[in-house]
């Protein structure tokens, strides 16, 4: 059974930087296209970022762009979502998954597997 698991969340000013990462288990995101989304209370679930299965493709939020960059590190078998210049409206449950095929893809409903997500919280 495949297995996310994020970290990385915490609290933070605006302004500042945060590297939220996802060690997956009983999969590979070499093989397999991952991604980003983040859900604040009383939101839905909102697409931040996703990368194909060989990195050569990837794909952002119109909220995040150029804020947020998704990586892959194979050898350690994890997603990386770097986020710089955060803001307030940043803040949410982050949350990583991993869809079953090679190409990116910016809904929810086309993801197999989900982390339990982890919290970024930016304060003014």
């Known amino acids: 059974q495949v297995r996310l698991v994020e970290s990385g969340g915490g609290l933070v000013q605006a302004g500042g930087s945060l590297r939220l990462s996802c060690a997956v288990f009983g999969g590979t995101v070499s093989t397999n296209a991952m991604g980003w989304f983040r859900q604040a209370p009383g939101k839905e679930r909102e697409f931040a970022a996703a990368?194909?299965?060989?990195?050569?493709?990837?794909y952002y939020g119109d909220s995040v762009k150029g804020r947020f960059t998704i990586s892959r590190d194979n050898a350690k078998n994890t997603v990386h979502l770097q986020m710089t210049s955060l803001k307030p409206e940043d803040t949410a449950v982050y949350y990583c998954a991993l869809r079953l095929g090679r190409g990116a893809a910016i809904t929810t409903d086309l993801y197999g597997y989900w982390g339990q997500g982890t919290q970024v919280t930016v304060s003014s």
């Open positions: 990368i194909n299965w060989n990195g050569d493709s990837t």
